[in-house]
Nanobody, 115 residues
Framework: QVQLVESGGGVVQAGGSLRLSCAAS????????LDWYRQAPGKARELVAG???????VYRDSVKGRFTISRDNAKNTAYLQMNSLKPEDTAVYYC?????????WGQGTQVTVSS
């Protein structure tokens, strides 16, 4: 059974940093791509960043230059380093591990950025 566990969320002031982790178990982590999504109250879930099995990365425009996605296949873990956080980054952050047709989601971790 595949499990994803996110951690690292919390409350931070604007301009601060957090590092989210997504730990996977029950699968061969290295062959999957992984995305970080977020969902703010009353809004649709949106893609924040993604990393392929080959370590290619993509970012939504609003986080480019501030967020960095990475993965450590030896630890079955992916990370999202978030710097220069803004109040509009406040959301529940989810990791999504996928390799068609399989897809797995974590339970989410809350990030709150105060102004």
């Amino acid at each position: 059974q595949v499990q994803l566990v996110e951690s690292g969320g919390g409350v931070v002031q604007a301009g601060g940093s957090l590092r989210l982790s997504c730990a996977a178990s029950g699968t061969i982590f290295s062959i999957y791509a992984l995305d970080w999504y977020r969902q703010a109250p009353g809004k649709a879930r949106e893609l924040v960043a993604g990393i392929s099995a080959g370590n290619s990365t993509v970012y939504r425009d609003s986080v480019k230059g501030r967020f960095t996605i990475s993965r450590d296949n030896a630890k079955n873990t992916a990370y999202l380093q978030m710097n220069s956080l803004k109040p509009e980054d406040t959301a529940v952050y989810y990791c999504n591990l996928y390799r068609s047709p399989k897809e797995y989601w974590g339970q989410g971790t809350q990030v709150t950025v105060s102004s």
